[in-house]
């Protein structure tokens, strides 16, 4: 098996995966063989750290929906880090906030806590 070309910081059973600052076309693959090869690992959490993620194309987002998916098949929540407007706007004109839980930290994905009300992210809000 290759080495992982994105770091992987274990906090107790959480799993947590930096990606690189653009995920697209070029890279996708790459992103998506390393989240599935940590959800062989069987972490509690797994934490897609998008905090230093600028730019997320179709591409990227395929690779995001298809790790949800096998993650919460071995039982594992997934749960995504971002603090980029325009990579939570993507999130959000998809639909994918809706699908995977987001947090505009990585601690703050940790512990589970969703963005305070007119926090800076792509959050709907009612109405």
């Given at each position: 098996?290759?080495?992982?070309?994105?770091?992987?910081?274990?906090?107790?059973?959480?799993?947590?995966?930096?990606?690189?600052?653009?995920?697209?076309?070029?890279?996708?693959?790459?992103?998506?063989?390393?989240?599935?090869?940590?959800?062989?690992?069987?972490?509690?959490?797994?934490?897609?750290?998008?905090?230093?993620?600028?730019?997320?194309?179709?591409?990227?987002?395929?690779?995001?929906?298809?790790?949800?998916?096998?993650?919460?098949?071995?039982?594992?929540?997934?749960?995504?880090?971002?603090?980029?407007?325009?990579?939570?706007?993507?999130?959000?004109?998809?639909?994918i906030d809706q699908l995977i839980c987001t947090y505009?930290?990585?601690?703050?994905?940790?512990?589970?806590?969703?963005?305070?009300?007119?926090?800076?992210?792509?959050?709907?809000?009612?109405?």
């Amino acid at each position: 098996m290759p080495a992982r070309r994105h770091p992987v910081l274990w906090i107790d059973r959480a799993a947590v995966v930096s990606a690189p600052a653009q995920v697209d076309a070029r890279n996708a693959d790459d992103v998506l063989a390393c989240l599935l090869s940590v959800i062989r690992e069987g972490p509690a959490t797994l934490i897609v750290d998008l905090t230093a993620t600028a730019f997320c194309d179709s591409a990227g987002l395929n690779s995001l929906v298809q790790a949800f998916r096998r993650a919460g098949a071995s039982g594992i929540e997934m749960r995504l880090a971002v603090c980029s407007p325009a990579v939570g706007r993507i999130l959000e004109i998809t639909g994918i906030d809706q699908l995977i839980c987001t947090y505009p930290s990585v601690p703050a994905s940790l512990i589970g806590r969703q963005d305070p009300p007119g926090a800076q992210r792509s959050s709907k809000t009612s109405g």
